[in-house]
């Protein structure tokens, strides 16, 4: 039998709404809320309940891992073995978008569905005051994927979250849109060098990385699956101009229905990206077109999540 619906609360971004949302979280509740990049769906990572109600919300599928979200470096010690290469970057970098995805200690107090019981665990220090604080309110690590159902287009504002998820979790922090508009960069330091598991917001400097950042029918991290972040229409990648019958996202030259960037930024075209599909999604079209993006720097992850929202569906 299908959970009752309940009533999705909109909480402000301020001491009151977080400390509401951090209760709400430790009584096993789910909760939306902004980072840097997207707006996620928070669970209590160490409560096996709590975090199967994520899979149930999304409909994800279960051997699918999920990020943990931490607010310090001591947080996230407690729940992966961090050394080598991965201490230095999060040493250096953190917050920012970026994932590590490290050995599971085995005295982790998260629960296996986190990990999709995998012997290794995806970390991340989000850079937004408001993801820190709900963090440090809550007092526990929080599983967190894009708020949204699985496999369709990441939440950027409440009310794309709303729109998704309204009556399957119990809260959204309002934040405001995202500044960034695209996940983290998910890192793997699982073996001898580190790997690109999926394209993001961080610009990965390390040297002699593996790009691995391709499709994985049992993923050690988000963001592996062939479809995904996929909106309700079809998608043709690549597009100078719109076929009979299609509506055309632009870049750059390209002058489109609606422009991802006018002026070729791909920054800008990465805080837009998602905002835009969401925006498609609602007019009711059935036929995509995307413009080229440059392959280069951000252009990669804007490339990256086209290509899986044009990969054939299930």
């Avoid at 609360?9 to 977080?18: H, K, P, V, W």
């Avoid at 979280?25 to 707006?39: K, M, S």
């Avoid at 690109?196 to 990385?209: K, N, Q």
């Avoid at 413009?291 to 086209?306: F, K, T």
Wanted: glycine share 8%.
């Amino acid at each position: 039998m299908a959970e009752k619906p309940i009533k999705t609360r909109r909480l402000a971004a301020d001491e009151e709404g977080i400390a509401e949302a951090a209760a709400i979280l430790r009584a096993g509740g789910l909760v939306a809320f902004p980072t840097e990049t997207v707006y996620g769906l928070g669970a209590d990572a160490t409560n096996g309940e709590a975090v199967a109600r994520i899979y149930a919300a999304k409909g994800r599928p279960s051997f699918n891992p999920l990020i943990v979200h931490v607010c310090d470096i001591d947080m996230a010690d407690r729940i992966g073995v961090i050394v080598g290469e991965a201490r230095d970057l999060v040493q250096e970098c953190w917050p920012e978008p970026v994932t590590i995805v490290v050995p599971l200690r085995e005295d982790a107090m998260v629960s296996e569905l986190v990990t999709a019981g995998q012997p290794s665990v995806a970390l991340r220090m989000p850079k937004s005051d408001i993801a820190l604080a709900l963090i440090r309110e809550t007092g526990r690590p929080l599983a967190a994927p894009s708020a949204n159902p699985s496999g369709r287009v990441s939440a950027t504002t409440a009310e794309h979250v709303v729109a998704g998820l309204d009556g399957k979790i119990d809260a959204v922090i309002d934040g405001g849109p995202t500044p960034v508009g695209l996940e983290s960069t998910i890192i793997g330091f699982l073996d001898d060098k580190p790997r690109l598991l999926r394209e993001g917001a961080f610009s990965v400097t390390l040297p002699d990385i593996r790009i691995d950042a391709g499709v994985a029918e049992k993923p050690v991290a988000p963001g592996q699956l062939a479809s995904h972040y996929a909106p309700l229409a079809s998608v043709r990648l690549n597009a100078t101009k719109a076929e009979p019958g299609e509506f055309l996202l632009g870049f750059g030259d390209v002058k489109g229905d609606l422009t991802l960037s006018a002026v070729g930024s791909l920054t800008e075209a990465a805080a837009n990206l998602y905002a835009m599909l969401h925006e498609i999604d609602a007019r009711g079209v059935t036929r995509l077109a995307v413009a080229p993006i440059p392959d280069v720097s951000l252009g990669r992850a804007i490339n990256d999540r086209l290509r899986r929202a044009a990969a054939p569906r299930d």
